[in-house]
């Protein structure tokens, strides 16, 4: 049951923070709470705007680096969900077979 709820957890925190979207050749940083909604800036910016309509600034595009690392630091927040399960046998042998998947 601990299992569950942490996956829970750890996905709706994944799926309500900012993440890369990919606009107009670029990747930038949305989906906060200053950023709800966007309009292109400059051909490597864009303007944000939260919840009510109000622009909260712009942000520039994603650098190569910056996604790495995005990329990188969710897939150790998502590394714990993923689980492996064994299943082992006797052989009429007297061995052991597992299989691991």
Known sequence: ???ISLVCLLLALVGCSASPQFLRGHYYMTGD???RSSSERTDTSINCYNS???NTGYRDAMTDQQLQMYNNEREQ???PIKTTNTNCYRTYGGGM???TY
Do not use: V
């Open 97 to 99: 077979n597992c299989t």
């Open 52 to 54: 009510d309509d109000e």
């Open 33 to 35: 709470s200053n950023c």
């Open 1 to 3: 049951m601990k299992k």
């Open 77 to 79: 927040l998502i590394q």
